[in-house]
């Protein structure tokens, strides 16, 4: 009862927050609110913790985005994983335990305690400063479409080109559209090969059955397979490549001596921010608005009165 009690006073607080930042005359007054607690779920640890959000978010970004990169780089990344916490609480998405959110990946973002993180980087104790900068340099400020919270998804590489949500997921959101990326080839990411034999393969279709015939029979425009047909079974893009664990549904096949020799393009959905990208952004001068503006359309940024 205690849990649910402190997430109803969270839930609330947010509400409050958000009426803050939407009225057209805020900014009338002074209005000064407490940074808002929230309840995170640690899923190897099995319980809940309660910390402040911007607390939250820095181990949120020490943890989805590698430290050495540009600060305009980590700034894009705390507005973000910002904006994505926001709509994760307000959609009341359900975690283990009445938690507002989870460490898990697969349902929320990564997290890691500024005691961990110096625990497994002892010789980068003073890169947490540095991020720990970039989240206060854009306290509070999140992104918005229709003066709601985005849905602010993001992956690590790209590939050249960033996807289209309704490719992904078959639902259109105006500000997840397919954008040119000319900016992630640095990742080591931007380009692999993976070898698997015909039996690898065959584990993946109903019938197992053998030889595999294999084919990718539609790609979406920006090239990533949206259909692939393993035998007679038709997967999506998607599904094929978590079955494989492929780094990307950007890929082509090529089938030799029994192996089928997979190259991929970019890792991970391919939606939203490109976080090398994003850092290849910074590194030719660009800031951390102009990064989300390019990956987001349409959207503006706010700022939480708090």
């Known amino acids: 009862m205690k849990i649910k009690f402190i997430k109803i006073i969270v839930l609330l607080t947010i509400c409050i927050l958000l009426i ?4 057209s005359c805020q900014h009338k007054e002074n209005i000064i609110h407490d940074d808002p607690y929230i309840n995170l779920y640690l899923s190897g640890e099995k319980r809940v913790i309660k910390l402040k959000l911007e607390d939250y ?16 780089a980590l700034k894009a990344q705390a507005v973000c994983a910002r904006t994505y916490a926001l709509r994760k609480i307000i959609d009341s998405h359900k975690y283990p335990m009445g938690a507002d959110l989870a460490d898990d990946i ?12 110096a625990r ?6 003073d890169i947490i400063k540095k991020i720990s900068k970039a989240i206060h340099e854009t306290q509070g400020e999140i992104m918005v479409y229709k003066n709601q919270p985005i849905d602010a998804l993001y992956h690590s590489t790209c590939g050249g080109c960033t996807e289209s949500a309704a490719n992904v997921w078959s639902t259109d959101i105006s500000y997840l ?11 080591r990411y931007y380009s692999t090969v993976q070898v698997f034999s015909t039996s690898d393969i065959g584990t993946i ?7 595999v015939d294999i084919k990718i029979t539609a790609t979406t425009p920006s090239g990533r397979a949206k259909k692939i047909m393993v035998n007679s079974e038709d997967l999506s893009g998607e599904q094929f490549r978590r079955i494989l664990q492929l780094p990307s549904s950007w890929l082509n096949l090529q089938c030799a001596d029994d192996k089928l020799i997979i190259n991929s393009r970019g890792y991970g959905h391919g939606v939203g921010m490109c976080q090398y990208g994003a850092n290849g952004m910074a590194q030719k001068g660009k800031k951390y608005r102009q990064i989300l ?3 987001y359309q349409d959207i503006q940024i706010k700022k939480l009165d708090y």
């Open 293 to 295: 503006n390019y990956y």
């Open 57 to 72: 978010i820095i181990g949120t970004v020490a943890a989805e985005m590698p430290a050495s990169f540009e600060i305009e």
């Open 20 to 23: 803050f930042l939407f009225r």
């Open 205 to 211: 279709t109903n019938s197992g059955k053998l030889p």
């Open 106 to 117: 697969n349902t929320c973002q990564a997290y890691i305690s500024p005691e961990e993180f």
């Open 177 to 187: 559209q397919s954008v040119k990326c000319e900016y992630c080839n640095q990742s």
């Open 120 to 125: 497994r980087h002892p010789q980068q104790r």
